[in-house]
């Protein structure tokens, strides 16, 4: 997750002891990183033995799950009942920590390569070992912030406007990420090529 729970109650003056919205906000943390997951196009999260596949043909392979730690190993498939066969000794240059550039192809457009690897951001609270990244302090702020605002508005939720003077006319919209959130992720975006 992109944040944690203490800093998002440390953020809306929750007292730490009191524990009765704590499965509600882990749940929105949970919720808005998947969400910042699907804006950016790509895993944000440290993940390990994550695994892609790719049409055997191409030589330059844009991982979706970056800063890319480790490159663990390749397999190729021809069919369903040969199966993955490993491939060993693969010769590749990692371009920007997320651009995998192959010196030749691993095989033709009839077959499916599959790379397993480990990338990501290391999320807050934890350490970074040696060649992990931790997450930016932006994204993690973003996240702190967007909970927030989800907690804070919980009970109005899809109101957009009210009628104040005794009506009942109210508009309803999506429920959409703060602008100044949607700033930060345009940063971490992955673009179409």
């Given at each position: 997750m992109l944040t944690q729970l203490s800093t998002v109650k440390a953020r809306l003056g929750l007292d730490p002891l009191v524990v009765k919205d704590d499965a509600l906000l882990t749940a929105v943390i949970a919720a808005i990183s998947v969400r910042f997951?699907?804006?950016?196009?790509?895993t944000l999260e440290r993940t390990t033995g994550?695994?892609?596949?790719?049409?055997?043909?191409?030589?330059?392979?844009c991982l979706s799950c970056f800063p890319v730690e480790t490159v663990g190993k390749f397999e190729v498939k021809a069919s369903e009942a040969q199966g993955w066969v490993e491939l060993t000794a693969v010769e590749f240059l990692l371009r920007r920590q997320c651009l995998l550039v192959l010196r030749e192809p691993?095989?033709?457009?009839?077959?499916?390569?599959?790379?397993?690897?480990?990338?990501?951001?290391?999320?807050?609270?934890?350490?970074?070992?040696?060649g992990q990244t931790p997450l930016p302090a932006?994204?993690?702020m973003a996240a702190v912030e967007q909970v927030s605002y989800w907690y804070l508005n919980r009970e109005r939720l899809g109101v957009v406007r009210e009628w104040p003077s005794g009506g009942?006319?109210?508009?309803?919209?999506e429920l959409d990420l703060l602008t100044s959130v949607q700033a930060v992720l345009r940063c971490y975006r992955v673009l179409a090529s």
């Open positions: 997951d699907r804006e950016c196009g790509r994550i695994t892609q596949e790719f049409d055997a043909d191409l030589t330059e392979l691993l095989g033709s457009c009839a077959q499916v390569l599959r790379v397993t690897y480990t990338g990501g951001y290391v999320p807050p609270g934890t350490d970074p070992g040696p932006d994204l993690a009942t006319y109210q508009q309803f919209s």
